[in-house]
């Protein structure tokens, strides 16, 4: 039972986050010819700070919050990340390529490489994995020949 639980907590994440990628690819689209990529790449940083920050604050009120350095290693490593797909993202829509063909390979693209390198990563992978990342593959191939 906790694991059905658990479960469906985390698909619950995983649909929110979802839904907070589209908005995130929507709102890139809007403002990538309005925005140098470094611009708004940063501002998309310290705005994302501060919400985190304030989220923090209530957090911090119930009880100690820890982050080991191999967690900083890796947060730190994530900013840089988010950093890079933030400005390719502005960069990618300034250039005109169209939102309903750039957001599905950025997304289907990241779930792609977010499954082989969670095999890599010792996850076991079952066929209905291997399908997944073919399709989504498959899918963000044809729709980059859209865009020529």
């Avoid at 658990?6 to 589209?22: E, Q």
């Avoid at 400005?87 to 499954?115: E, H, K, Q």
């Avoid at 593959?137 to 729709?143: E, F, H, K, R, V």
């Amino acid at each position: 039972m906790v694991s059905y639980v658990y479960m469906r907590s985390g698909l619950l994440f995983a649909v929110f986050g979802a839904i907070s990628s589209a908005l995130w690819t929507t709102f890139h689209f809007e403002a990538a010819s309005k925005v140098h990529p470094i611009v708004g790449a940063i501002i998309v940083s310290i705005v994302a700070g501060s919400l985190g920050a304030v989220l923090l604050l209530f957090q911090y009120k119930s009880g100690m919050i820890l982050v080991s350095k191999k967690g900083l290693l890796f947060l730190a490593l994530l900013g840089v990340a988010a950093f890079c797909t933030d400005y390719f993202a502005l960069r990618m829509f300034a250039s005109d390529f169209p939102l309903s063909v750039g957001g599905p390979i950025l997304i289907g693209g990241s779930v792609a490489l977010a499954s082989i390198i969670g095999f890599f990563l010792g996850e076991t992978i079952t066929i209905q994995a291997v399908a997944g990342v073919v399709l989504v593959t498959i899918g963000a191939a044809l729709l980059s020949t859209v865009a020529r």
